[in-house]
Structure formats: C-alpha cells, structure tokens
Nanobody, 120 residues
Framework: QVQLVESGGGLVQAGGSLRLSCVTSGMIFSLNDMGWYRQAPGKERELVAG???????NYVDSVKGRFTISRDNAKNTVYLQMNSLKPEDTAVYYC??????????????WGQGTQVTVSS
C-alpha cells in the first residue's frame, strides 16, 4: 500500500524558511509525478508545486521564486524548500501524486500533512 509521510513544518516568522520532506513507500517512486498541496481553513486544497519523474517543475504563481520542489529518487523522497515565507502561506501541507491539471487526486493516499504557520 502507498504511504506518504510529511514532515518539516513549524512556526516561523515572515521572511523565514522551512524545508518540508515527504517520504513515500508502496510505489515505484521514480516513475511518478509528485506534488505538494496545501489547505488553509475554509479554503480548497491547492497544488502549489509539482515535479515530474524527469524532475521538471512547476509552481502556482503565488509561490514562484520563493519555493523550490525537488526529489531524491534514491530516498523515495520529495522536498519543498520554502523561502521568504508570508503569512498567507499558512496551511497544512501535503504531498501526493500530481497531474498537469493541478487538481488534487481523489485517492486514499493522503497522509497527516505537516502544519506550516507563518507569523507577521
């Protein structure tokens, strides 16, 4: 079975940085396009960054230039480096499979997520 375990969140001041990790199992990780999603209270879950099996990347406009997604196939892990954090980045962050459509997958792979809180 697929397992996705996120970590690395925390409380930071605006302008600070965090590095999130997502360790995967139960899949051939190197073949999958992966993404980081976030959800704030009262808002829809959104894809913020995606990375293909070939390590091509894309980002939602609001995080371009600040966030960097990467992957380490030897560790079955995808990362999200978040710099210049803003209060509006506050959300629970999840990893999952990603599609060019940007829509959150309707699967049962979602993990616990990791909370990111940015104070002003």
């Amino acid at each position: 079975q697929v397992q996705l375990v996120e970590s690395g969140g925390g409380l930071v001041q605006a302008g600070g940085s965090l590095r999130l990790s997502c360790v995967t199992s139960g899949m051939i990780f190197s073949l999958n396009d992966m993404g980081w999603y976030r959800q704030a209270p009262g808002k829809e879950r959104e894809l913020v960054a995606g990375i293909t099996s070939r390590s091509n990347t894309n980002y939602v406009d609001s995080v371009k230039g600040r966030f960097t997604i990467s992957r380490d196939n030897a560790k079955n892990t995808v990362y999200l480096q978040m710099n210049s954090l803003k209060p509006e980045d506050t959300a629970v962050y999840y990893c999952n499979l990603a599609s060019i459509t940007g829509r959150a997958p309707r699967n049962n792979y979602w993990g616990q997520g990791t909370q990111v809180t940015v104070s002003s």
